[in-house]
């Protein structure tokens, strides 16, 4: 059974530039979420989808948004980037989202804004 | 307001010798606990989970959990460790959000494991 594919693996992009990341759930996973790892701020969450509605979303600004498709697969978006985005980003996905339910994580996205 | 504490930022331990990543939890209702590892310049990969029932839960690689209601912790241990064990190991504590009614998870700052030949 194929895990979280993410793409794309590595990019760079210029500061004030938009970026989109996309991510493909477990098979069968409904529930999908975004997490920002940094080396000062560790991994922070960034919002979950269920059946394409934001049903949960960190502090992140409105420059952070997502989206869920009907297939579950999912993306997120990030618009006029700062220098202080470039981090790792992670998707994850999980059966229905509940408590008990284990996260499966991706391989992440490498983003480097210059 | 659910919190993961993990009080090292690094372990050193001697291959072959037991190890032990030590995780403090909150939260306000039944804790449903998670460790995972992570390998440089890779995403996460799921070690194991407690959600009810033995304190001892067994997960992959041969790593296995304590869990202490008493004490709120949820430390990772292995008997023997393996040079290959060197990663980061991160603590996860999954809870109602405190807006109610859907999940939020938690990650402990991570703990970096180093095992010396």
């Known amino acids: 059974k194929a895990g979280v594919t993410q793409t794309p693996r590595y990019l760079i992009k210029t500061r004030g530039q938009q970026v989109t990341l996309s991510c493909s759930p477990i098979s069968g996973h409904r529930s999908v979420s975004w997490y920002q790892q940094t080396p000062g701020q560790g991994l922070q969450f960034l919002f979950e989808y269920f059946s394409e509605t934001q049903r949960n979303k960190g502090n992140f600004p409105g420059r952070f948004s997502g989206r869920q498709f009907s297939n579950s697969r999912s993306e997120m978006n990030v618009s006029t980037l700062e220098l202080g985005d470039s981090a790792l980003y992670l998707c994850?996905?999980?059966?229905?989202?509940?408590?008990?339910?284990?996260?499966?994580f991706g391989e992440g996205s490498w983003l480097t804004v210059v | 307001a659910q919190s993961v504490a993990q009080p090292e930022d690094q372990v050193n331990v001697a291959e072959g010798n037991p190890l032990t990543v030590k995780c403090t939890y909150s939260?306000?209702?039944?804790?449903?606990l998670f460790w995972y590892v992570q390998y440089p310049n890779r995403g996460l990969q799921f070690l194991l989970k407690?959600?009810?029932?033995?304190?001892l839960v067994k997960g992959s690689y041969g790593f296995e959990a304590e869990f202490n209601k008493s004490q709120t912790s949820f430390h990772l241990k292995k008997p023997s460790a393996l040079v290959s064990d060197s990663a980061l190991y991160f603590c996860?504590?999954?809870?109602?959000?405190?807006?109610?009614?859907?999940?939020?998870?938690?990650f402990g700052t991570g703990t970096k494991l180093q095992v010396i030949p």
């Open positions: 407690y959600i009810t029932g033995d304190n």
């Open positions: 939260v306000s209702g039944n804790p449903y």
């Open positions: 994850a996905s999980s059966l229905d989202g509940q408590l008990g339910n284990t996260i499966y």
């Open positions: 996860a504590v999954r809870d109602i959000s405190d807006s109610g009614g859907y999940q939020k998870v938690t």
